[in-house]
């Protein structure tokens, strides 16, 4: 074996340079970085330990872990975590499953109008998320609303929508069913990419269509289904503007609207106490971290990237 060259001045001088070049193209992401999040995380993170009132002129004081001992012995936290979790429970699901079966109608080969439909769902995704909030609640009044007016056509009264602790949940899922297209989109790319020759071959099995389904494109699209849920998730934790400009952050019907991500923000911008909002945000952060990291850890389990070509 011959014995290796060691690295000349010039090539020394080239690998310098390469490397310096390579840091001034990321420079510009670094110093965004460290100023729109690593600064500000850090400075939430000392907020969190002292008592700070921004209208009151005074600089923050600090209180060591009080802040945390309040968290855990405000019964409003609890409250505003059950919030968030019951609606999850319900809106989850939907948020994967409704895109997931517009995305297997619309891969269909033999569907008329194929493009035209992709485009109908998906342009709901592209209006300004206020102006369909505004809209909906306009659709959604028990009064005025053309829903209930149109259940009234049929004989059917219809509920109070926005004003009943049973039927607000329902109402909010509706609502965010109508911005599903960026799901539907991804899943349609992930469907696409399903080798043609694993369908003949399970149809040459004798495979249904629920089979081919199932054990075949399910498996395959796994990892877009891993993201989609990832990204459902991560909107469940900052879930805020849709009962915020509903009930103007207020928490009606009863309470039933004032999630967790709401009651930070009434701390820290109506209260004006900003250090005990930015414990409250740090708790929230740990529990979307453990969360997603206890997702991240199941991908093992179902996640198949082995199918992903490349």
């Known amino acids: ?38 600064i500000p995380m850090g400075a939430s993170l000392w907020f969190s330990l002292t008592d700070f009132d921004i209208t009151s002129g005074q600089p923050p004081r600090y209180i060591g872990l009080d802040n945390w001992e309040k968290l855990f012995n405000d019964p409003q936290v609890i409250s505003s975590a059950i919030v968030t979790l019951k609606f999850g429970l319900l809106s989850l699901p939907l948020a ?5 079966g517009f995305a297997y109608l619309l891969t269909a080969k033999n569907l008329w109008g194929r493009s035209f439909f992709r485009t109908m769902f998906y342009m709901p995704s592209i ?18 609303g053309w829903l209930n007016r149109g259940l009234g056509v049929i004989g059917i009264n219809g509920p109070e929508w926005l004003g009943s602790t049973t ?70 934790f900052q879930y805020f503007l849709v009962p915020f400009v509903l009930k103007n952050a207020s928490g009606d019907p009863n309470g039933s609207t004032l999630f967790y991500s ?20 740090w708790m929230l952060f740990a529990v979307g971290l453990l969360v997603t990291g206890i997702l991240f850890w199941s991908a093992k389990y179902w996640v198949h990237y082995e199918f992903v070509e490349g």
């Open 1 to 38: 074996m011959e014995p290796v060259a060691p690295p000349t001045r010039k090539s020394r001088t080239l690998k310098g340079r390469k490397g310096r070049t390579g840091f001034l193209f990321v420079l510009p992401w670094i110093i965004g970085f460290l100023l729109w999040y690593a």
């Open 127 to 144: 209006i300004p998320f206020v102006s369909a909030v505004l809209l909906f609640g306009g659709v959604l009044n028990s009064q005025t």
């Open 262 to 281: 709401l009651y930070f923000f009434r701390v820290g911008f109506r209260l004006n106490e900003m250090g005990y909002a930015a414990t409250l945000a």
């Open 167 to 236: 039927w607000i949940y329902p109402a909010l899922v509706l609502i965010g069913l109508w911005g599903v297209g960026n799901a539907m989109i991804i899943f349609i790319a992930g469907m696409n990419s399903v080798p043609r020759d694993l369908f003949d071959a399970a149809k040459a099995d004798g495979a249904t269509s629920w089979q081919l389904f199932r054990n075949v494109t399910l498996p395959i699209i796994s990892p877009v289904t891993f993201y989609n849920i990832v990204i459902a998730l991560i909107g469940l």
């Open 96 to 100: 994967i499953l409704v895109p997931l």
